[in-house]
């Protein structure tokens, strides 16, 4: 999956953990995207099995979608404490882990993890 779609997959879990309702207008927000940005990118989204929109417009995750959401969510969390626990401000850190997060490979992802996890216990 390539970037764009992960972030607005990441972006509509995040926005669910805070909130039992989500709309485009809410990613759009969130994003700083245009509202019809939004809705062309949750209709391919819904076309390929990520996203679900009911009557209401309310968006939800199907598990494919958030099973892409929960580890694109993972990775920024981790790469964005690593970053900050080395002395990077959680300003450029949270920059930095929305960019690295989607290009990482899966092995220095882990081996990240492992350091990050073993210095915040």
Same mark, same amino acid.
């Given at each position: 999956?390539?970037?764009?779609?992960?972030? =607005?997959? /990441? #972006? @509509? &879990?995040?926005? %669910?953990? &805070?909130? !039992?309702?989500?709309? $485009? +207008?809410?990613?759009?927000?969130?994003?700083?995207? !245009?509202?019809? %940005?939004? $809705?062309?990118?949750?209709?391919?989204?819904?076309?390929?099995?990520?996203?679900?929109?009911?009557?209401?417009?309310?968006? #939800?995750? #199907?598990? %494919?979608?958030?099973? @892409?959401?929960? $580890?694109? =969510?993972?990775? &920024?969390?981790? +790469?964005?404490? =690593?970053?900050?626990? +080395?002395?990077?401000? /959680?300003e450029t850190a949270l920059k930095d882990a929305c960019r690295i997060e989607h290009v990482i490979s899966e092995e220095s992802f882990q081996k990240i993890k492992e350091i990050y #996890?073993?210095?915040?216990?």
């Amino acid at each position: 999956m390539q970037e764009s779609p992960e972030d =607005y997959l /990441e #972006t @509509i &879990h995040m926005l %669910s953990l &805070h909130s !039992s309702e989500v709309r $485009s +207008i809410d990613v759009a927000r969130h994003l700083g995207y !245009s509202k019809p %940005s939004v $809705s062309v990118a949750m209709k391919r989204l819904r076309e390929n099995g990520y996203v679900n929109v009911d009557a209401n417009g309310f968006l #939800t995750l #199907t598990e %494919s979608g958030l099973s @892409i959401a929960r $580890s694109v =969510y993972e990775r &920024h969390q981790v +790469i964005a404490g =690593y970053l900050n626990s +080395i002395g990077v401000s /959680e300003e450029t850190a949270l920059k930095d882990a929305c960019r690295i997060e989607h290009v990482i490979s899966e092995e220095s992802f882990q081996k990240i993890k492992e350091i990050y #996890t073993a210095s915040v216990k």
